[in-house]
């Protein structure tokens, strides 16, 4: 490296400085010039955050949002070159730190997650779409699904409830679909139930419908297998017009 | 009218900029950190605008002013895009926005040492041999001096001499320094390696203090601004010309007109008709 030392104590002082609001002594510049670089920096990554991040910045009172975002910014380097990319840090960032705001709001992570979702799946680079036709036999054939989704798990329904409102009573078990339909680019999210996990989960591995129920059948409620396909082909159905289910297999 | 003229390509502004017809630049200018690795929407998006129009790159993360290590996994993205978007020019701005492995997503000012001279010339020679193409490095807006042993005359002179790179001249950012540090802006650019210039940025800006500017790229430009750039142009041969607006954007009509305005100025200043100018000529749109 060519840079000598103190040129290296300036650089890092002034960046340390707007990452923490802390001025070094020796760092050599105009004091009373210097805290525009702060609010600079601090704005372009408090605006980022924001705006992925709205749910949770609504349900947050202001001067707690600030202070995490501060203490977030201040603790921890930020490693995105693409700023879109840098409140995944700050969702990482919460879970990986015990904090008496998540004991206050239990809920915080979920909704970070989902809200984090949101603009993966919106951002994300496009995966190969795989060739399908569009009828099919909803038992025997292998169907084909839009290759951009996730499912989430939660412990309280964020996606369905204003975090205000929700409480302890509302924890369990949730689970949501969320995928990028492919001729708007909109993000569509689904709540689904344990079941629809797994057999989505099942059809994603190109495993026929009629094979996915054979192996649920002893673990459910149903009377027949009837029954279970008369339950579980509407709701196809149903993901086929929303664009999650794009077809079925050419074989 | 010529393709001297472009424009930032800002999200905010894509749709209507897309249908209306109402923004007729010459040429976009971009940011890779914002368009790569990216699908969907704005892919799309992107991929429309990139149908039209000659893009032109300006990044924000390369941070050339750093102490530590270039990123090559990021350069190599960017080559890739610069490839895919068959891009003429990569510029990036003289500072900092990386430091101790953490970015900033802003531009902090460098010192203006010789150590730093060596340090940085040595990075861009560095990105110029990856990416295969000259760089041009721009001179930023900086509202304080860092442990300053030079002028930043100097400073920007002998890098681009030492790196054998081109200069991208914001002629708005020679203005808010001028008035920050209070120097005269003409003599500033007289000053410059103006032989080494390869595009130009205009831009708007906010006066904070009685003192003091800071460079917002969220206001029109300023009449002195444009004066300026008429005094500048005079000197430089025929580059790009780049008008950046990044916020509180306003009707696109307004945008356009700021771009007839460059337009007729560098009529007047540039030789366009002529055969040897127009090598430079950056989009043939
Ligand atoms: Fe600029």
Redesign the interface.
């Known amino acids: 490296?060519?840079?000598?030392k103190?040129?290296?104590r300036?650089?890092?002082d002034?960046?340390?400085y707007?990452?923490t609001n802390i001025l070094s002594g020796s760092?050599?510049?105009?004091k009373d010039?210097?805290h525009?670089?702060r609010r600079?920096?601090f704005n372009?990554?408090d605006d980022?955050l924001r705006s992925a991040y709205p749910l949770l910045n609504n349900l947050l009172p202001p001067k707690q949002w600030d202070l995490l975002v501060k203490e977030f910014f201040a603790n921890?380097?930020?490693?995105?070159?693409?700023?879109?990319q840098?409140p995944e840090e700050f969702y990482q960032y919460v879970i990986s730190k015990e904090s008496a705001l998540k004991k206050k709001y239990p809920l915080m992570e979920d909704l970070m997650k989902f809200e984090w979702t949101e603009v993966e799946?919106?951002?994300?680079?496009?995966?190969a779409y795989p060739s399908f036709k569009t009828k099919g036999d909803w038992l025997n054939d292998v169907m084909i699904i839009n290759p951009?989704y996730k499912i989430l798990s939660f412990a309280y329904p964020v996606h369905i409830k204003n975090a205000k409102y929700i409480t302890a009573s509302d924890k369990g078990n949730y689970f949501l679909l969320g995928f990028?339909e492919k001729e708007?680019?909109?993000v569509q999210f689904m709540d689904i139930s344990a079941i629809y996990t797994v057999i989505i989960e099942n059809i994603a591995k190109e495993i026929k419908l009629i094979d996915i129920i054979n192996a649920l059948e002893g673990q459910l409620n149903f009377d027949s297998m009837d029954s279970m396909v008369q339950q579980i082909v509407p709701f196809l159905k149903k993901l086929k017009e929303k664009g999650f289910i794009l077809g079925f297999k050419v074989e | 009218m010529n393709n001297y003229i472009g424009i930032g390509f800002r999200k905010e502004f894509s749709d209507e900029f897309l249908s209306s017809g109402k923004l007729k630049p010459g040429f976009i200018e971009v940011a890779p950190e914002n368009w790569m690795g990216i699908g969907g929407y704005w892919k799309k998006i992107f991929k429309q605008v990139t149908e039209k129009y000659l893009v032109l790159a300006h990044g924000l993360s390369l941070s050339i002013g750093s102490p530590e290590d270039l990123d090559w996994t990021f350069l190599k993205q960017v080559k890739d895009f610069i490839k895919e978007y068959d891009i003429q020019i990569y510029s990036e701005h003289l500072s900092y926005s990386k430091c101790d492995n953490a970015h900033l997503y802003d531009l902090l000012p460098v010192p203006f040492t010789e150590d730093a001279i060596k340090h940085i010339s040595n990075r861009i020679k560095h990105v110029q041999d990856f990416l295969e193409m000259k760089i041009a490095i721009e001179n930023v807006s900086y509202y304080t001096p860092v442990a300053a042993e030079m002028t930043e005359l100097e400073f920007i002179n002998e890098i681009v001499s030492e790196a054998d790179c081109n200069l991208l001249l914001d002629v708005n950012n020679v203005y808010v320094n001028a008035f920050n540090h209070k120097y005269n802006a003409i003599e500033f650019i007289h000053g410059l390696p103006l032989e080494k210039v390869s595009y130009i940025h205009m831009a708007g800006h906010e006066q904070v203090e009685p003192d003091l500017i800071i460079d917002t790229h969220g206001a029109n430009v300023i009449e002195l601004v444009y004066d300026l750039f008429d005094y500048t142009t005079r000197f430089v041969r025929p580059v790009p010309v780049l008008l950046e607006r990044d916020f509180n954007i306003p009707d696109l009509e307004v945008l356009q007109d700021e771009i007839n305005k460059l337009n007729r100025i560098i009529s007047i200043n540039w030789d366009l008709q002529n055969e040897s100018t127009k090598k430079h000529i950056p989009a043939a749109v």
Do not use: P
């Open positions: 490296m060519n840079l000598q103190n040129t290296y300036q650089q890092s002034l960046a340390n707007c990452r760092l050599k510049v105009r010039r210097v525009h670089y600079l920096v372009v990554v980022s921890h380097a930020c490693q995105s070159t693409k700023i879109w840098m799946l919106f951002m994300m680079e496009n995966e951009e990028r708007t680019g909109k």
